[in-house]
């Protein structure tokens, strides 16, 4: 009939079940015209080449006939049902309800596709089916039996003396260590050793003619096992033949083993077979991750603890270093140790040491261990510790000298701070004492052993840290140094203590030490006698009481500015004067007390005492609305270094001084009766001109005639009346500034 496309069809989609009415003589029809149909029934090698390489499909058709090519294997399990499988693959491609003889479920797309496949192993894991004759579809009568199967048990081979090697061969299979199957060219099981039964969980009558993929390789890989079986019966050869390698075997209750598998061919009857030793290594890999683990939580330990190994032979002086040694020396893996070198890392002073113990290992057999800087090749310094011990041979001759070696850089540098720490608290000047958690003393530095008149051999410990405290800071621990040191860790301030017998005052420090765990194990107390300072800050308090008194009571006005211009002390005078209180001008900049704009010819004698010298100088200044004449004195205030820090001022009002001063020059300078300047004056006036303005002055001379008859006929009242007169004309003639 007419050929139909076969893939592709849009009516059919790979692993879908088709159901079809059985005709006669194995056709499948459908009420449409009838198309005689050709098919590949699956896709193993068989099947593909008698469809031309077109694959596998079905199509729709009415009446059409599907004509199948190779013999099906055919099978009657407790469910009521025949199922047909390609004899190639295995394949279920039909199956026939003994309650519905008349329908055919048609597999479409097998080996592809694993929804379309139906597995015996899954769906009828309880059954076992006659693999041993082919029937046709719906019957009951068998027919020829399957090419290449074979009896159970017996391994195909036409050479001579046949059943006596057969006979030695399966003691050997019996007693192997190894599971042991064989198949058939078909791929059924022919051969399963006791070793297989209880590696794989199947008994021998369950495995025996039973297809090996759908016992013990995984669904996933059933496929692949396929088509080598195929290339197999093709080629004779395959990738996995005659060689051992690793792989995944399912077990009977489902569960997945690591198996060790080595495969080989077996020419029999019908093609090529193949046996193959399976060896379970759940065990060994089992060992094998542990050991995995245990090298790794090693390798983990050694980083955390920073510690390495290496070895030398002393045959072939090959040096060998771990990963973290190479890490401390701060080298790759490029880097080939090599004896001279491992010397050459460390220090002038250490080299000679390692040497020493190296050889001294070999020839005394005893383990050796030193601490000795070394050098990376970027510089830094490397504080390592190096353990050895050598390894002989039977005949007792060094041949190995194996070691670790330790980065321990940063316990020698807490080494050194702590030995640093603790020459400090030995020379300190300072008292220091330590009690554990109770209040039991444990330490006292030097300085406080000396200050309460114990010698170095004297046991501080039967003291408690309470028998060195007064009354008062006693009730001070309870109540407020040890709530804030278990609070934040320490307390700071001042306290007296009993030396000697005696109360002194301290600048008291206690701080707590802690454990891991966050628990107080100890206390710290630093105690430093303060007696002295005291009494200082007390006369210093005096003198700056009585300085202050001093200051209150003088009538000058006094303020003293800090070297950024602000006022740090004002006394009341200077308080009256500018108006302010004193607490609205300290803390203050002058600027912004004093008038500014009156105050910009004194900045430079403010600069001036800013830098350290001494200035005085007078200024006149607009004061509770009154013009004021200030003189002023500024004097630098030296710090504990000698350096400038700031001044103090001294103002003086000379206000009525200055007028009184004006007055008595106005008097000796100006003619009493007229007011016009006498000689003196006038020569004071012209002293007071600038050099440079001297050319654009003009003097005018009066004499005034016949003034003596005046006198003389009138009086000498009238005489200074008529001189009055005359000055009053003069000045009406001139200008207000002449």
């Known amino acids: 009939g007419e050929r139909v496309p076969l893939a592709g069809s849009p009516e059919w989609s790979s692993g879908n079940l088709a159901r079809r009415r059985l005709a006669s003589g194995g056709e499948v029809r459908a009420p449409e015209a009838t198309r005689a149909l050709e098919a590949a029934v699956c896709y193993c090698e068989t099947c593909r080449r008698a469809s031309g390489g077109a694959g596998m499909a079905w199509v729709e058709g009415d009446q059409a006939t599907l004509r199948v090519y190779g013999a099906l294997h055919t099978w009657r399990s407790s469910d009521h049902g025949a199922r047909q499988l390609c004899p190639e693959c295995g394949s279920q491609l039909f199956r026939l309800e003994d309650a519905q003889p008349g329908v055919v479920e048609v597999a479409v797309g097998t080996l592809d596709d694993a929804s379309a496949i139906r597995s015996t192993r899954s769906a009828f894991a309880n059954q076992r089916p006659r693999w041993d004759a082919r029937l046709a579809l719906g019957s009951s009568q068998p027919l020829a039996p399957v090419p290449g199967l074979v009896a159970k048990g017996a391994l195909q081979c036409d050479a001579p003396g046949q059943p006596e090697r057969d006979e030695t061969l399966q003691s050997m299979l019996t007693s192997t260590q190894d599971a042991f199957v064989s198949i058939d060219p078909g791929g059924y099981i022919t051969e399963w050793n006791p070793q297989a039964q209880a590696t794989l969980g199947w008994s021998y009558d369950e495995a025996i003619g039973r297809p090996m993929h759908e016992l013990i390789i995984p669904p996933e890989m059933r496929s692949a096992h396929l088509y080598g079986m195929a290339r197999l019966q093709r080629t004779g050869e395959g990738p996995v033949l005659r060689r051992r390698f690793e792989v995944d075997a399912l077990h009977k209750d489902g569960h997945r083993l690591p198996v060790e598998l080595s495969i080989a061919p077996l020419r029999m009857a019908g093609g090529i077979g193949a046996t193959?030793?399976?060896?379970?290594?759940?065990?060994?890999?089992?060992?094998?991750?542990?050991?995995?683990?245990?090298?790794?939580?090693?390798?983990?330990?050694?980083?955390?603890?920073?510690?390495?190994?290496?070895?030398?032979?002393?045959?072939?002086?090959?040096?060998?270093?771990?990963?973290?040694?190479?890490?401390?020396?701060?080298?790759?893996?490029?880097?080939?140790?090599?004896?001279?070198?491992?010397?050459?890392?460390?220090?002038?002073?250490?080299?000679?040491?390692?040497?020493?113990?190296?050889?001294?290992?070999?020839?005394?057999?005893?383990?050796?261990?030193?601490?000795?800087?070394?050098?990376?090749?970027?510089?830094?310094?490397?504080?390592?510790?190096?353990?050895?011990?050598?390894?002989?041979?039977?005949?007792?001759?060094?041949?190995?000298?194996?070691?670790?070696?330790?980065?321990?850089?940063?316990?020698?540098?807490?080494?050194?701070?702590?030995?640093?720490?603790?020459?400090?608290?030995?020379?300190?000047?300072?008292?220091?004492?330590?009690?554990?958690?109770?209040?039991?003393?444990?330490?006292?530095?030097?300085?406080?052993?000396?200050?309460?008149?114990?010698?170095?051999?004297?046991?501080?410990?039967?003291?408690?840290?309470?028998?060195?405290?007064?009354?008062?800071?006693?009730?001070?621990?309870?109540?407020?140094?040890?709530?804030?040191?278990?609070?934040?860790?320490?307390?700071?301030?001042?306290?007296?203590?009993?030396?000697?017998?005696?109360?002194?005052?301290?600048?008291?420090?206690?701080?707590?030490?802690?454990?891991?765990?966050?628990?107080?194990?100890?206390?710290?107390?630093?105690?430093?006698?303060?007696?002295?300072?005291?009494?200082?800050?007390?006369?210093?308090?005096?003198?700056?009481?009585?300085?202050?008194?001093?200051?209150?009571?003088?009538?000058?006005?006094?303020?003293?500015?800090?070297?950024?211009?602000?006022?740090e002390f004002v006394n009341s005078a200077f308080e009256k004067l500018v108006g302010p209180s004193r607490a609205e001008i300290v803390g203050h900049r002058i600027g912004e007390v004093m008038p500014i704009q009156e105050l910009q010819g004194s900045m430079a004698h403010v600069q001036k005492a800013q830098g350290g010298e001494p200035t005085s100088f007078e200024l006149d200044l607009q004061l509770g609305g009154r013009q004021r004449n200030m003189a002023i004195t500024l004097v630098p205030r030296l710090s504990e270094g000698g350096t400038p820090d700031g001044f103090i001022a001294v103002l003086d009002d000379v206000t009525i001084h200055r007028q009184r001063e004006s007055r008595l020059i106005g008097l000796s300078e100006r003619d009493g009766l007229t007011g016009l300047m006498n000689r003196q004056g006038l020569q004071a006036y012209l002293q007071r001109i600038p050099i440079g303005e001297a050319h654009g002055v003009a003097m005018l001379y009066v004499d005034v005639d016949r003034f003596k008859p005046v006198n003389d006929t009138w009086g000498h009242p009238v005489g200074d009346q008529l001189l009055q007169a005359e000055a009053g004309r003069f000045l009406a003639q001139v200008r207000p500034e002449d």
């Open 276 to 567: 193959a030793f399976i060896r379970d290594t759940s065990q060994r890999q089992a060992v094998e991750r542990e050991l995995r683990a245990n090298q790794d939580l090693l390798q983990r330990t050694g980083e955390l603890a920073l510690v390495g190994s290496w070895t030398v032979d002393l045959r072939t002086r090959e040096v060998h270093w771990s990963a973290m040694v190479r890490r401390i020396h701060g080298v790759d893996e490029a880097f080939v140790p090599t004896l001279p070198g491992v010397v050459g890392f460390y220090e002038d002073g250490a080299q000679e040491r390692l040497v020493t113990a190296f050889e001294q290992g070999i020839e005394d057999g005893q383990k050796w261990e030193i601490e000795a800087p070394l050098r990376t090749p970027d510089g830094r310094r490397v504080w390592a510790r190096a353990i050895g011990n050598t390894e002989y041979d039977e005949h007792g001759a060094p041949v190995r000298v194996v070691g670790a070696l330790q980065d321990i850089t940063g316990r020698k540098r807490a080494e050194e701070s702590l030995h640093m720490l603790t020459q400090i608290l030995e020379a300190t000047p300072d008292y220091v004492v330590q009690a554990d958690s109770t209040g039991q003393v444990t330490y006292m530095n030097p300085a406080a052993r000396q200050a309460q008149g114990y010698d170095a051999g004297y046991d501080v410990t039967q003291h408690r840290f309470t028998d060195f405290n007064t009354p008062e800071t006693t009730r001070r621990y309870r109540d407020e140094v040890m709530p804030s040191v278990h609070k934040t860790g320490v307390w700071m301030g001042e306290s007296t203590v009993l030396v000697a017998g005696q109360p002194i005052a301290v600048d008291h420090s206690v701080l707590s030490h802690k454990d891991a765990t966050g628990q107080v194990v100890r206390y710290t107390a630093v105690m430093r006698d303060i007696s002295a300072q005291q009494r200082a800050r007390a006369d210093l308090f005096r003198q700056q009481r009585t300085l202050s008194s001093i200051a209150e009571a003088i009538p000058d006005v006094i303020a003293v500015v800090d070297r950024e211009g602000r006022y």
